[in-house]
């Protein structure tokens, strides 16, 4: 993506570039010579949406996924199945090469909560800068580069924005890496226009900056041998199943642990379906969709009555009415969960209006 996202930062949290540069001794080409253009060599066994070539700088790569990094490899060839199929069908509607699913690999290595030093995160490591330009939501309760259906929705945006640009899908992915007034300041001054062809990537990669450099032979590797793992000694394995869900409205600051109980699930398993929601609680204000495994809506509508008629029934039973505060929660958000209001909830507790709640402070809802 642009500079600040360079995923040379991903050793720990999901990419694999870092690791990759790490395990290699690079050489730092001289910026005044001309980059050697490779050969692509014609692939057999497989058929590419995208014009991959195999060259020295692409080998390179193979031979340390399926040697040296084989066990994180085989980490992202797992994961990959839990995402794969949702990216190949949005690149296939939107008429994209489905093959720039291997984009995410080494972006994140499928990992929707990746963050990079850099404060790139996500399956496709957005900053937020670039995020919010593509229509992601990011504050203190939701962070939609974590949402993977949100999240690819962008990418792809950007992506074929970039390849309107540049006319070249490795381009493309250079500009995603390394931003693309960069790019296209190098394409002019190397061949003096900004679209170009695949070739053209290799005519200007000596002047790209070092993550740059190898991030599209990166995205060539991990091609080559997440097609054809059994090829490079990774055919054993077993790829993660996609999980069918659907979707829930939950009331705004409502904790997705007290969803968690009302489907029947772990309280873990719902924060995972839902890593964008970063205080793991709906965010204030009106209902929010929480993604549920599928099945389970039924179960939600019998066990989570609407939050306004909670403290009605217990009244109406003599019942005090209680709320234990959870992380991330405001005197807002849990008279919102409840129907009532702050003042209300203040006065109930004896509260003044500078008063802190806790987590676990039990608070009285009023009728």
């Known amino acids: 993506m642009d500079p600040r996202a360079a995923f040379s930062a991903a050793v720990t949290t999901g990419g694999v570039l870092g690791l990759v540069l790490a395990g290699l001794n690079l050489p ?3 910026v005044s010579a001309p980059a050697p253009l490779p050969r692509p060599v014609s692939l057999e066994a ?3 949406d995208l014009p991959v070539a195999r060259n020295q700088f692409v080998q390179r790569f193979v031979d340390l996924f399926h040697k040296q990094q084989q066990d994180r490899m085989a980490l992202y060839l797992k994961r990959s199945g839990r995402y794969e199929g949702m990216i190949r069908t949005k690149l296939r509607e939107r008429g994209m090469p489905e093959d720039l699913l291997y984009l995410s690999m080494i972006e994140s290595g499928f990992n929707p909560n990746a963050r990079s030093k850099a404060a790139a995160v996500g ?6 800068e670039t995020a919010r330009d593509y229509g992601l939501r990011i504050d203190e309760y939701v962070d939609e580069r974590r949402h993977p259906e949100k999240s690819t929705d962008a990418a792809l945006r950007y992506l074929d924005d970039l390849y309107e640009q540049f006319g070249s899908w490795s381009l493309a992915a250079a500009a995603y890496n390394s931003g693309a007034n960069r790019v296209a300041r190098i394409m002019m001054e190397v061949t003096g226009a900004v679209k170009g062809t695949e070739r053209d990537f290799w005519r200007i990669r000596a002047r790209l900056p070092a993550a740059t450099r190898e991030h599209v032979p990166l995205v060539f590797a991990a091609a080559l041998v997440g097609k ?3 090829k490079y000694g990774l055919g054993w394995v077993e790829r993660l199943l996609p999980i069918e869900l659907e979707k829930v409205d939950v009331p705004g600051g409502t904790p997705l642990d007290r969803v968690s109980a009302a489907i029947g699930v772990e ?3 719902l924060r995972e379906l839902n890593p964008h929601l970063v205080r ?3 965010p204030p204000g009106n209902p929010y969709p929480v993604s549920i495994p599928a099945g389970r809506r039924t179960l939600f509508a019998r066990n989570f009555p609407a939050p306004s008629a909670e403290p009605a029934a217990a009244a109406a039973a003599g019942q005090p009415v209680t709320h234990r505060v959870a992380s991330g929660e405001s005197l807002a958000s849990i008279a919102h969960q409840h129907g009532t209001t702050v003042s209300a909830l203040q006065r109930a507790n004896n509260l003044g209006s500078g008063t802190v709640i806790r987590i676990g402070q039990l608070l009285r809802i009023p009728a």
């Open 267 to 269: 309280p873990q398993v």
């Open 228 to 230: 054809e793992p059994q």
């Open 123 to 128: 399956l496709w490591q957005f900053v937020p």
């Open 46 to 48: 497989t058929t590419w």
């Open 28 to 30: 730092t080409p001289l």
């Open 280 to 282: 793991g609680m709906t």
